[in-house]
């Protein structure tokens, strides 16, 4: 795939067959939406758009004598490809495919090539770079795409709509985020008090006479 936008679309739709077939489907009942039953997939959510964030901006890898964070969605979409090609049970005809393989498999072969990395079940000299011929980053990857999912959707990220790419000091929440109301969590309460110890009464002794002697 060539083409800044091509490529854009193409990781957009890895992710998100990522996502899904990590994540269950959330589903709200009545109760807690005040109306219609919702159901929503991860990407609904878009838990994809985290992973690839933190893919881009977060992870640093090792270049000679240097740790450089460089993005890293585009060659991870990249991998997982390449290693579901490697599924055994695959035909030859869907194995050729490559690129957009991933977000063609049903979600337990989605699972399954995850398990292949994790495992180190593929031929490493096809992966790209910083992918290729690298076992320790491709295991931590392959746990790193579970962990970010997860982080994703127990976060606020969705909620915070347009300013979600944004510095955190900058992001504001726009929605009332789906994680709160499965939680029931009423919301952001302001004006608490910060706790500033326990309030000490120490009852007061008069000498007497005597004592004063």
Known sequence: MTGSVTEKVYTEMTFKALVDAILPITR????ITGGQPQSYRASDLL???????????????QQQLFQTRIPLSYPTALMLDIAASCLPHLSNEIQAKNQGLFATL??????RTLSLLE??????????NPYH???GLVQYMADALNRLTMLG?????????KTRDEPPQ??????FPIGWMEAQYPGVSYGYRDFRGFLLKMGRTEAN?????
């Open 153 to 161: 959707f127990y976060s606020e990220w969705a909620a915070y709509g």
């Open 28 to 31: 709200l009942d009545s109760k």
């Open 170 to 175: 900058v992001r504001q929440l726009q929605y």
């Open 209 to 213: 006479d005597e004592s004063s002697l």
């Open 47 to 61: 838990i994809h758009e985290y992973v690839m964030f933190a893919l881009d901006h977060y992870i640093t890898v």
């Open 106 to 111: 049903s979600k337990k072969d989605r699972i």
């Open 133 to 135: 011929n690298n076992a």
């Open 119 to 128: 495992n180190i079940e593929i031929d490493l000299y096809l992966l790209p």
